[in-house]
């Protein structure tokens, strides 16, 4: 009896799956596609996640290591400028205390000098010694420049300093402009040491600017050059005559153009292109 009743169950179950269309079929095996698509896009997208957070990470340890490259390289520089600083510190130092021996020598030996009471000292200003120092202040103020003779390892010498002291005091309205040319590797030391030089300055009040390279206001631009040569040109071009006078101002006397000169003196005009033709 039990056989009979799983013989008939198998044959109902044939019976369904025969009665399957053909539409059913497709529509099965197609959602079987999709799905194993979708496992596929799922693998391949948690693979490249994954290779985009490992960039990521080292692209993150590159910049790491890079940074810290930088801050030793920073760390470095610093510790060179507050030598250099030191040791120039210590050098004014001691220039500072000879200076102060060197004068009281100099007091002393005064002292007993005979009629040192209507001398007047080296050291104390004069008024063409103030009119010097002032046409030295308003040159360094127009020419503006630093270069290489102004700085010794990066930082500025005595000559640099004597300059920069100078152009900051003949700096008008209290604004002055410096340009630093020379050694690049050392634009950034040579920078601090001189916004230090000039905020520890009497002159500190200037509103200084600091700019790389040199100050192209003092060139003569190439143009002003050319066009007196196309014009010499045009002038030998078109023959025209040009009437140099010659002046003589020796003992015998002067002379000028058509003029004559007494007790000697020499006259005459001077034509260079007379002898030129048209």
Known sequence: MRGRMGLGLILIASLALGCQSKAQREQTAAQKQAQREAKAEAKRQAQMAKQQDAQRKAEAQAQARRDAAQRKVDEQKAKELAA???????????????????????????????????????????????????????????????????????????????????LLKGAHHKCATVHISGNDKEAQTRLASVQQFWKDSPYSDVQLTVKDGINEDLLTPSTVGLKGLAKMDKEKQTGTVRNVNVTNNSAGGTSGTGGSSSSGGASGNYSPASSEQP
């Open 84 to 166: 250099a600083q030191s040791a120039q510190a210590q050098a004014d130092a001691k220039q500072r205390e000879k200076d102060a021996k060197d004068a009281k020598k100099r007091a002393e030996a005064k002292a007993n000098e005979v009629g040192h009471e209507f001398m007047v000292p080296e050291e104390q200003g004069r008024l063409l010694d103030v009119i010097f120092e002032a046409q030295s202040a308003a040159g360094a103020y127009e020419d503006q420049e630093l270069h290489n003779a102004h700085f010794d390892c990066g930082v500025l010498n005595s000559l640099g300093r004597a300059k920069l002291a100078l």
